[in-house]
């Protein structure tokens, strides 16, 4: 399994770093949207389960991973950019499938909301649309390390909060990452969490109501920072979703252990299935009849 890798022109403004990973007998492609402070390697466990049933892409954002050496970094990205990008790689890789993870989600529901015409369905991983106790804490604990550069304590604050349930290994390779980024990616997340903050939340449920596709959100059912109770409350939002609690994971579900990542592979595989693709078809073909008549 290896990738086919370019670095993208994105409206003039930004060079990004993609994966592509092809499968000759994949009918559908899925692209991976990262969460903070993440890059493409993220995703290695992901793309276990999902290639070759699906032709996988993914991507470093300009301030990350491999994308970072090709762009200037003189200001900080917004969700709304971010969101432009994903349209404009959804374009170029005709993309049918999106998932996201963590605060990934952001940019991944903003760029639904502009109802792209490729994209079928969504799943958003580790997600709600609420700031709750347990990540009120978090961010305002993590806006004080990334904005004094406190490289060290990023690391441990990660691996003591939503990392808490990772196995060791996993911890140690997050502490490293976090703890060798540059300034300016700690700017930008700096950018990112007092966005959150000021917004509390409201920045995710004010365009949910325009996706017109299904959306599926998984939770780890350990995960207090983005829990599956708050995630529901996309019910009130969203027209067309359902949720999945991933047993005994907590925020970084398929990473945490192998039956999280059964359980993780089995969710996402049911619902982006050829069969539940029919189904939706079918129930849009119906709406469609009965607006016309």
């Known amino acids: ?42 995703f290695a466990q992901t793309v276990r389960y999902l290639y070759p049933q699906f032709n996988v892409v993914l991507f470093d954002l300009p301030y990350a991973g491999q994308s970072r050496a090709h762009n200037s970094h003189t200001r900080p990205i917004s969700r709304e950019e971010e969101a432009d990008i994903l349209l404009e790689l959804i374009e170029h890789f005709a993309c049918d499938l999106v998932l996201s993870f963590s605060w990934g989600g952001i940019a991944t529901l903003q760029a ?9 369905k969504a799943v958003i991983n580790s997600f709600s649309p609420v700031i709750n106790a347990a990540m ?5 604990r993590g806006l004080q390390v990334l904005s004094a550069c406190e490289r060290d304590n990023i690391g ?9 349930h990772l196995p060791s290994l996993f911890k140690r390779f997050n502490h490293r990452h976090v703890a060798t980024l540059h300034d300016y990616e700690y700017r930008q997340m700096g950018f990112h969490v007092e966005t959150v903050l000021n917004m509390d939340g409201r920045s995710c449920v004010s365009f949910a109501g325009a996706i017109d596709i299904p959306l599926l959100f998984v939770n780890g059912e350990w995960d207090e920072y983005t829990s ?17 609690s991933v047993q005994q994971a907590g925020h970084f579900l398929d990473m945490e252990h192998k039956a999280a990542w059964l359980q993780t592979r089995n969710s996402l595989l049911a619902f982006l299935s050829p069969s539940h693709n029919s189904l939706i078809h079918t129930f849009r073909q119906h709406q469609a009849h009965a607006l016309a008549g």
Do not use: W
């Open 228 to 244: 599956a109770a708050d995630a529901r409350q996309f019910a009130q939002h969203v027209r067309h979703c359902s949720f999945q």
């Open 112 to 120: 639904l909301a502009r109802q792209p015409r490729r994209i079928r």
């Open 136 to 140: 009120q804490d978090y961010l305002e």
């Open 1 to 42: 399994m290896k990738a086919e890798t370019a670095v993208l022109d994105i409206q003039g403004q930004y060079r990004v770093y993609t994966e592509h990973y092809r499968a000759d007998a994949a009918e559908q492609t899925i692209i991976l949207v990262n969460g903070s402070l993440s890059t493409t390697a993220s």
């Open 156 to 164: 441990a604050l990660l691996n003591d909060t939503i990392g808490k």
